[in-house]
């Protein structure tokens, strides 16, 4: 199983940018697609999760900015960013919690940078 993500980039203040990642392998099934994200010198935090029927949650900080969506038929989950302030800044990891094997597990994405800077 492998998560790629892509879409991370430079913004100015109030800017916008949509981050995806796509899981490929051998996977029976998915539950939760979620996106974390570290700034340097912080602990990973989560930014916002979507679950199997499209049950959201999301950081305060990123509430009525940020939506989190998915396409099931995919294996893709999305994050489009917007109104982005400079302390969004971090690398952003996309997390599925899915079946292969037999068993359930977290995989993580390799990170994309996200740079909001005028």
């Known amino acids: 199983v492998q998560l790629q993500a892509s879409g991370g980039g430079l913004v100015q203040p109030g800017g916008s940018l949509r981050l995806s990642c796509a899981a490929s392998?051998?996977?029976?099934?998915?539950?939760?697609m979620s996106w974390y994200r570290q700034a340097p010198g912080e602990q990973r935090e989560l930014v916002a999760g979507?679950?199997?029927?499209?049950?959201?949650n999301y950081a305060d900080s990123v509430k009525g900015r940020f939506t989190i969506s998915r396409d099931n038929a995919k294996n893709l989950v999305y994050l489009q960013m917007s109104s982005l302030k400079p302390e969004d800044t971090a690398v952003y990891y996309c997390?599925?919690?899915?079946?292969?094997?037999?068993?359930?597990?977290?995989?993580w994405g390799q990170g994309t940078q996200v740079t909001v800077s005028s």
């Open positions: 997390n599925v919690h899915l079946y292969t094997n037999k068993r359930w597990n977290d995989y």
């Open positions: 392998g051998s996977i029976s099934s998915i539950n939760t």
């Open positions: 979507i679950a199997t029927g499209d049950y959201t």
